[in-house]
């Protein structure tokens, strides 16, 4: 027996494709969406870790700044106390100073010299005398520039006749002068006397 279908199949074939086309799509969207939506928690998962390591990375950073600042604050205690420490070694170094100006300029005042007045600030002495001659203040200046561990760099400033009736026991007319030296510290004394003791040749052996 032979059967022959009535029915439109060519539509019901079309119609099954749409359908199964409209299902492919509609599965395709789910997948889609879900894709993305693993992906955005993906992402959010990232940034919150991310975000977490930056915190731990920002109360470390704020850990070390506190402690950069202590350490400056220890190094500018230490500068203070290298500081406080040079000034009291410098105060005991130069406690002596003016027992050893005094000294030296006793030792290189040379005879027909005596000093009226000692002006002493920091390296700077000005010393103020009468001479007996022009010679006496030139053998001064010798004396103090070559002769002298303390002084240095001696410089008249001036020099003049005495007025009349100055040094009335004097039989002949004295002279006013003035000179600056340079007074060395004993850190600079200290160095210059061990060179020019290792420089002096040895005693002949007897």
Do not use: C
Not at 15 to 21: C, D, E, V
Not at 36 to 65: C, P, T
Not at 103 to 128: C, D, K, M
Not at 138 to 159: D, G, K, M, T
């Amino acid at each position: 027996m032979i059967l022959i279908n009535l029915l439109p199949h060519r539509e019901e074939k079309r119609r099954l494709r749409k359908q199964a086309f409209f299902a492919g799509l509609g599965v395709s969207g789910l997948a889609g969406v879900a894709i993305v939506v693993f992906w955005y928690g993906v992402q959010m998962q990232m940034i919150s870790s991310q975000q977490e390591r930056n915190a731990v990375l920002m109360d470390a950073i704020a850990k070390l700044e506190t402690e950069i600042k202590d350490v400056s604050t220890l190094k500018g205690e230490i500068e203070s106390l290298k500081a406080r420490q040079r000034a009291v070694e410098d105060l005991q170094t130069d406690r002596n100073v003016p027992v050893h100006l005094l000294n030296e300029l006793v030792a290189q005042t040379p005879e027909g010299i005596y000093l009226t007045a000692i002006r002493h600030s920091g390296e700077s002495v000005l010393v103020s005398g009468m001479a007996q001659s022009n010679e006496r203040v030139s053998e001064f200046l010798r004396n103090a520039n070559s002769r002298s561990p303390w002084l240095a760099q001696p410089e008249l400033v001036e020099i003049k006749a005495a007025p009349a009736g100055r040094g009335a026991s004097e039989s002949r007319r004295l002279f006013e002068f003035s000179m600056r030296l340079t007074l060395k510290r004993p850190q600079d004394v200290a160095p210059a006397e061990a060179a020019s003791g290792a420089s002096a040749p040895a005693a002949p052996k007897v």
